[in-house]
């Protein structure tokens, strides 16, 4: 049984950092590309980053790009997603997710992954 599970969510002021953590069990880790989405109440979910299966490439999304690092362990079974100068909007459910279809691209589409965690919630106040 593939589980991911989320951490490192909270209540943080604008400005700040939060640094979220995924770890990933019943899956061999390094076969599955990583990635992390979002959803803000009220609204669709959405890509935010995803890392290869070496951890070589990475992808972002546009609104976050200077602002988030995607990073991955593999003897770990880990994948991390670091949030610098964080601003209300970025206040949403932030969930990790995993792909086992080996494309020729990093996908930012949420159909393209397979397993999703339950989500951690980060709050960014004004």
């Known amino acids: 049984q593939v589980l991911l599970v989320e951490s490192g969510g909270g209540l943080v002021q604008a400005g700040g950092s939060l640094r979220l953590s995924c770890a990933a069990s019943?899956?061999?880790?390094?076969?599955?590309?990583m990635g992390w989405f979002r959803q803000a109440p009220g609204k669709e979910r959405e890509f935010v980053a995803a890392i290869s299966r070496s951890g070589e490439s990475k992808y972002y999304t546009p609104s976050v790009k200077d602002r988030c690092t995607i990073s991955r362990d593999n003897a770990k079974n880990m994948v991390y997603l670091q949030i610098h100068v964080l601003k209300p909007e970025d206040t949403a459910v932030y969930y990790c997710?995993?792909?086992?279809?080996?494309?020729?691209?990093?996908?930012?589409?949420?159909?393209?992954?397979?397993?999703w965690g339950q989500g951690t919630q980060v709050t960014v106040s004004s």
């Open positions: 997710t995993a792909d086992r279809v080996r494309r020729l691209l990093l996908s930012d589409s949420q159909y393209a992954y397979d397993y």
């Open positions: 019943g899956l061999t880790f390094s076969d599955y590309v």
